[in-house]
């Protein structure tokens, strides 16, 4: 045995490495062949044969061991020499130089926004955690259950980002919103893609809906002075008065 190679990276979810294996003469390989690897995952055999360096190949998957410095730990299978003589074994472990695996896409951990009731005009801060660093591209935007997006305010760079809903009028009222989904790009350093988000707020409710005018009434009549004409006017959805609201009638009193 001589020596392991491959190329310098970090390698994510979906990724191949190629690890060059050499000894100091020809080998050839018989049957099923791999490379065991310290984060216990395994490299097939691909090419070379007959010749002195083989290539075996490494397809990083989803929940392998990350590695900050992924070494060869041994070899399974047939390799020997013309005579039939084995190949010596990889010294254990064999450093692959610079080699990192990332094979964990960040887990979506919770999402989280102040109990309130919102209404019209203000504005719902939404917090979505993932269990790593997140790194945001553009602007992602998470669509809430009453089919209203939040946009991308702050935090790339932390495991926690910040969205913010804009109640206006028109939104579909909620008694209890949650998230849905995102959209956009939101990835860990090795550019893995987060995981789905969805989850409910807490006692988040949106009110996002102005009264509506119904209607005015009067009794018909003729009206003297000094005498009470009572006006009812109606919304679409039960009000509260405040001080002591006027009508402008039409006789400019």
């Known amino acids: 045995f001589t020596s392991v190679a491959a190329t310098d990276a970090t390698y994510k979810v979906g990724q191949d490495i190629d690890i060059t294996v050499t000894w100091d003469q020809a080998v050839a390989v018989t049957g099923t062949t791999g490379l065991t690897l310290s984060n216990g995952a395994a490299a097939t055999y691909v090419s070379g044969t007959g010749n002195a360096a083989l290539v075996f190949r490494y397809a990083v998957v989803e929940g392998n061991t990350n590695s900050s410095d992924l070494k060869v730990t041994g070899y399974t299978g047939t390799i020997a020499d013309a005579a039939g003589n084995t190949a010596a074994a ?3 472990p064999s450093d692959l130089g610079a080699v990192i695996v990332d094979a964990n896409s960040p887990a979506f951990s919770s999402v989280a926004a102040a109990d309130a009731t919102y209404k019209v005009g203000q504005e719902i801060d939404i917090t979505v955690t993932w269990d790593e660093t997140v790194a945001v591209t553009g602007t992602p935007t998470l669509t809430l259950s009453n089919s209203a997006t939040a946009t991308y305010q702050s935090g790339t760079g932390s495991a926690a980002l910040v969205f ?6 028109g939104n579909t ?3 209890d919103l949650s998230v849905s989904s995102y959209s956009g790009t939101i990835t860990d350093v090795a550019t893995n893609v987060a995981e789905a988000v969805s989850g409910d707020l807490g006692a988040v409710i949106v009110d996002a809906n102005s009264p509506s005018f119904s209607s005015v009434a009067a009794a018909d009549g003729s009206y003297k002075s000094g005498t009470n004409i009572d006006i009812t006017v109606t919304w679409d959805q039960a009000v509260t008065v405040t001080d002591i609201p006027t009508l402008v009638l039409s006789n400019g009193k």
Request: charged share 15%; net charge neutral; aromatic share 8%.
């Open 173 to 175: 009222n909620s008694a």
């Open 90 to 92: 990889i010294t254990n």
């Open 164 to 169: 913010r809903y804009a109640v206006v009028e």
